[in-house]
């Protein structure tokens, strides 16, 4: 089992910025990638960013050049630095972890308002 803990979401203004953070716990020695997925209002869940054990990272069409995805090994922390931000960028952001037995886990979600 993997626990994960996000936090960092608010309100920020449009162009502003904000770093979210996922703490994982339990069995971490499992997980093979970690990463960012986002829900709108009336829109289905989708595919933020992640970033792979090995340092790989991967990033949607529409946060590249302005989000960034890091870790922190020795807290077993994941960070999205989103700068730049958008209106459309407005969502619950959930923490994703994926294990080598290709089980699927998940944050609780924090909420990413952008308005002026």
């Known amino acids: 089992q993997v626990q994960l803990v996000e936090s960092g979401g608010g309100l920020v203004q449009p162009g502003g910025s904000l770093r979210l953070s996922c703490a994982a716990s339990?069995?971490?020695?499992?997980?093979?990638?970690m990463g960012w997925y986002r829900q709108a209002p009336g829109k289905q869940r989708e595919f933020v960013a992640h970033?792979?054990?090995?340092?790989?990272?991967n990033y949607a069409d529409s946060v590249k050049g302005r989000f960034t995805i890091s870790r922190d090994n020795a807290k077993n922390t994941v960070y999205l630095q989103m700068n730049s931000l958008k209106p459309e960028d407005a969502a619950v952001y959930y923490c994703h972890a994926l294990t080598t037995r290709v089980d699927n886990y998940w944050g609780q979600g924090t909420q990413v308002t952008v308005s002026s």
């Open positions: 970033i792979t054990s090995g340092g790989s990272t």
């Open positions: 339990g069995n971490i020695f499992s997980i093979y990638a």
